[in-house]
């Protein structure tokens, strides 16, 4: 395989990457690397080196394709040692995207030249890694121990610009003749000759490691990562480079065979997997989304609208009373300029975006509308009649989606004379915030709708996976298999707060009882304090709606942090002593085989009826929707990890139904 080529410029020795899409360091590109530096030092014409790729961007990183796999072909490192040590210059020459191994490469080029669009990064950490190519020992070299600290911690990369300021790279060429520029200043830098890194001395300061350790406590809670890189970084301040490398490797080799890199790195894959559709080329047509209407400027209307205002596509929002209009759009403003006062962009864009918005008490103004989204209240006959108004209304062609999050999208398309034009894009609250969008496909739902519908998602920036029609869809369906049986769990003696920090210590955002008292207790409730059935209805009789009057299974300050209620739990005992179920000391063991074992065998349910495409988008759906902890890889690979002969035990010694392909894994 050939993916790496040379071309002699008189003086200069040119090595040229081509491994699409993203020219990773498969094993045969690692090879050519190897290959070209042998060629450049045999020959005494060659006095200097310049490292360029073909196609989109410079290398974006080791192939991640290859990890936990058999090693092929020459070791990173020791490429890379050629590199570094060739008694000629070599100049890294940077578009697209510098990426992990690909900046490595590039910190092992004695010199760097970019293009202004340039980014360069060590993203490692989101894929639960180091830069275990001696990136955390370079990069400090280069840049400084914060701006190091920073980086591989974070996994955020820079710009060119940036990378300029902090003699990441040395000099800034021209977008359309980076090869020429980079030649060019390889030439210059005969002169200078090679500029090994590791050969250069660190400054800073590491008081950095712990400010960052300090500031982001609880966005890295139970993480493993970005400690290790801030470890690797503050060993390079300390020990001689040779030392630092092998406290690198000993670092990178611990997460490398852990579970939460492998996780992780399954992530990176079922994120981009899930805007595939099966049975429909990638080249089907795409309807053009030009305008779009929301109806409903409540919470999930505002959401929504602020999603299309964002990508500077123009949005109609409409709503029956004018007074729920001016609030709604008021919302919106508010939330932007929040936003601007947190430094996210600028005040004129606040007015861009709010420019592009049209508030109207009229659905008649959605009629030149590409697609429509209804964010009404959830209910079958409120939605019927919403969608026949609308066939009347939208011009033909146009998309007509419900936000709905549980109704049958077939039986509302069958309200309208296009059921091809109707599917579910269902957001998550706050749907500004929230990265995921489940498409429903309904079952006359049209490919091209579909498709549009995905590519929207993405547009807008969330992360968009198909499901089908069923109660609930993906997400919400698996989440009353873990809130029933979290109910039933304090019938035989558990507390809310058992069962919430066994969830949150699990690294979900919050329990069961947290996620019931944000959505409100009160919801769907009947009103009536003397018929009490249940105990929501229990805690609702005495006034506990959850956080947004203080008080449900939990009593809320004014920041809304949670505390016991000795209230509360008098309620739900007392209602609890009525049923004659003894009372039990339960384990946290048990109420991860209740609450979370279920989430699995639905998981496994809803693969059966074909209402995910794949296992890895339902772990899109509980990552991006719930929060579920990345490092943990989404309820089907955690269920791998725990292994399907496990998890059908604990099933059915509570008695669950199990998932015949559950049963067949096990
Ligand atoms: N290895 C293998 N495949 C990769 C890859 C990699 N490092 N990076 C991207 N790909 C694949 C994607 O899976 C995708 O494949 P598909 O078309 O079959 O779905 C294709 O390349 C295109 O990727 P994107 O859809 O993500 O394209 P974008 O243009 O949106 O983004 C990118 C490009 C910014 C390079 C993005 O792909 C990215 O962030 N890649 C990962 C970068 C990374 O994490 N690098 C570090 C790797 S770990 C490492 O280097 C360890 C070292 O320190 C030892």
């Known amino acids: 395989m050939q993916s790496v080529t040379t071309q002699i410029h008189d003086d200069v020795l040119e090595i040229l990457v081509n491994n699409p899409p993203v020219n990773a360091l498969s094993w045969h590109v690692r090879q050519g690397l190897s ?64 990426l992990g191994g690909g900046l490595e490469t590039a910190m092992v080029c004695h010199y760097r030249v970019a293009v202004p669009s340039a980014k360069l990064g060590v993203p490692e950490v989101k894929l639960g890694l180091l830069p275990g190519a001696g990136g955390t020992q370079r990069l400090p070299r280069i840049v400084g121990v914060e701006q190091a600290a920073i980086m591989c911690a974070l996994g955020v990369p820079i710009s060119a610009k940036k990378a300029l300021e902090t003699g990441l790279v040395d000099s800034i060429a021209s977008e359309d003749s980076l090869a020429e520029d980079a030649i060019a200043f390889a030439r210059q830098m005969i002169a200078e000759g090679p500029r090994p890194s590791r050969d250069r001395p660190i400054t800073g300061d590491t008081a950095i490691i712990d400010e960052l350790k300090a500031k982001n406590a609880r966005r890295w809670k139970g993480f493993e990562a970005p400690y290790a890189n801030l470890a690797c970084v503050e060993a390079a301040t300390r020990l001689p480079f040779d030392e630092g490398m092998k406290f690198e490797r000993a670092e990178f080799t611990k997460l490398m065979g852990g579970s939460q890199s492998a996780a992780q790195r399954h992530m990176f894959f079922a994120e981009r997997q899930a805007a595939k559709i099966d049975g429909l080329p990638k080249d089907t047509p795409l309807r053009d989304i030009k305008k779009v209407g929301v109806i409903g400027a409540g919470t999930m209307g505002g959401g929504i609208s602020m999603n299309f205002l964002a990508a500077g596509i123009p949005v109609t929002i ?107 894009m269902h957001f998550f609250s706050p749907a500004n915030v929230m990265k995921l969008l489940e498409v429903v496909r309904g079952e006359k739902t049209a ?41 039933q769990l304090l019938m035989e003696g558990a507390t809310p707060q058992q069962i919430d920090d066994v969830h949150t210590d699990f690294g979900m955002p919050m329990g069961p009882f947290q996620m019931s008292d944000l959505a409100g207790l009160d919801i769907g409730w009947h009103r009536d304090p003397s018929k009490i059935e249940t105990i929501r209805e229990a805690l609702c009789a005495a006034g506990r709606f959850g956080q947004k009057n203080g008080k449900g299974f939990y009593d809320y300050d004014e920041k809304r942090q949670r505390t016991v209620s000795e209230e509360a739990l008098a309620i739900i005992e007392d209602f609890r002593s009525k049923s004659n179920l003894p009372k039990r000391e339960i384990t946290d063991q048990e109420i991860i085989e209740r609450t979370l074992y279920p989430m699995v065998n ?65």
């Open 318 to 424: 409409v709503e029956m009373a004018k007074e729920n209009l001016d609030r709604g759009v008021g919302v919106i403003r508010k939330n932007y300029e929040n936003s601007a006062k947190k430094g996210r962009f600028t005040t004129e864009k606040v007015e861009a975006m709010m420019g592009l918005l049209t508030p109207s008490l009229s659905m008649d103004d959605l009629a030149d509308c590409d697609l429509v989204i209804e964010a009404v209240y959830e209910s079958m006959d409120v939605k019927k009649e919403v969608f026949g108004a609308l066939d009347k209304i939208v011009k033909q062609g146009a998309i007509l989606a419900s936000n709905t999050s549980y109704l049958n999208v077939d039986e509302i398309a069958a309200s309208t004379s296009r059921p091809g034009d109707v599917l579910g």
């Open 602 to 666: 639905e998981g496994y349910k809803i693969l059966e009826e074909g209402k995910a495409q794949r296992a890895s988008d339902i772990d899109v759906v509980w990552i991006y929707g719930y929060g579920w902890p990345v490092y943990r890889g989404g309820p089907m690979f955690w269920g791998d990890l725990e292994g399907a002969g496990k998890i059908v035990e604990a099933l059915e010694r509570h008695n669950i139904d199990v998932a015949d392909s559950l049963k067949a894994k096990a």
């Open 35 to 98: 290959d070209g530096i042998e060629e450049a030092l045999g020959n005494d014409a060659v006095k200097a080196v310049v490292l360029r790729c073909d196609g989109r961007t410079f290398i974006a990183g080791a192939d991640i394709t290859e990890f936990g796999k058999p090693p092929q072909g020459p070791d990173f490192n020791a490429v890379l040692n050629m590199f570094e040590t060739a008694g000629k210059p070599i100049v890294a020459a940077i578009h697209g995207t510098a």
């Open 447 to 487: 490919d091209d709708a579909l498709a549009t519908a995905m590519a929207i998602g993405k547009k807008i920036g969330k992360v968009a996976v198909v499901a089908g029609v069923c109660h609930g869809f993906i997400g919400n369906r698996m989440l009353s298999e873990r809130q029933q049986p979290a109910i």
